[in-house]
């Protein structure tokens, strides 16, 4: 299994510019997070999703839109990228069953706004 | 909001020593509290986790202790290994939703 996988790695924005991040998993999850990471700094929850269709927001998702059409994909907007929005995306997912609710993080997607 | 602070932010101890690192949280209906490391480079990676209902749980060299009354949760390694090098993050989850809250993150280091 790949688990769950970002593209891209790495990414240069100019101001004002807008971006998808992609996510995959394919362990079959329900729910499914995206975080950012400052230098330095622990993970802040931008958004999360518990099912197709359904997403809400974290404690930062000003500046981001997500949406979750599929169980695989959760993929997260950036429109008009701004310098405060430099950091290391990580997305996760996880599975709610029993006793069960670890997440797995992708490897990340370091994103420099200039 | 709801908060998690993680105490120290460094640590340094030589190798074959124990390791202590210190999670509190302010919401007192959390009941899931998990410990990632994370290597230079990578996404977190779970090391090990306990509930709500649970005091204390143990996976070979590492443990991990709750107590509800004082909020607070420790992550304890021993017979530290230069491996165990990393950066640690306690977490918890708030409400029964998926709203997981990450303390700052504690660097760890096992000097040979």
């Known amino acids: 299994n790949a688990g769950v996988t970002q593209t891209p790695k790495f990414r240069i924005l100019k101001i004002g510019q807008s971006m998808t991040l992609q996510c995959a998993q394919d362990?079959?999850?329900?729910?499914m997070y995206w975080y950012r990471q400052d230098p330095g700094m622990g993970l802040k929850l931008i958004y999360y999703?518990?099912?197709?269709?359904?997403?809400d927001k974290g404690e930062v998702p000003n500046g981001y839109n997500v949406s979750r059409s599929t169980t695989e994909d959760f993929p997260l907007r950036l429109e008009l990228a701004a310098p405060s929005q430099t950091s290391v995306y990580f997305c996760a997912s996880s599975q709610l069953a029993g006793s069960t609710d670890t997440q797995y993080f992708g490897p990340g997607t370091r994103l420099t706004v200039l | 909001g709801e908060n998690v602070e993680q105490h120290p932010s460094t640590l340094s101890v030589q190798e074959g020593d124990s390791a202590v690192i210190k999670c509190t949280y302010s919401d007192s209906a959390s009941n899931y509290f998990p410990w990632y490391k994370q290597e230079l480079g990578k996404g977190p990676q779970l090391i090990i986790d306990?509930?709500?209902?649970?005091g204390e749980k143990k996976d070979q060299r590492i443990a991990v202790t709750l107590n509800k009354t004082a909020k607070h949760f420790s992550l304890h390694i021993t017979e530290t290994q230069p491996e165990d090098s990393a950066v640690y993050f306690c977490a918890a989850r708030f409400n029964y939703g998926q709203n997981f809250v990450f303390g700052p993150g504690t660097r760890l280091s096992v000097l040979p």
């Open positions: 362990m079959n999850h329900n729910y």
């Open positions: 306990i509930r709500s209902n649970v």
């Open positions: 999703s518990v099912g197709a269709g359904i997403t």
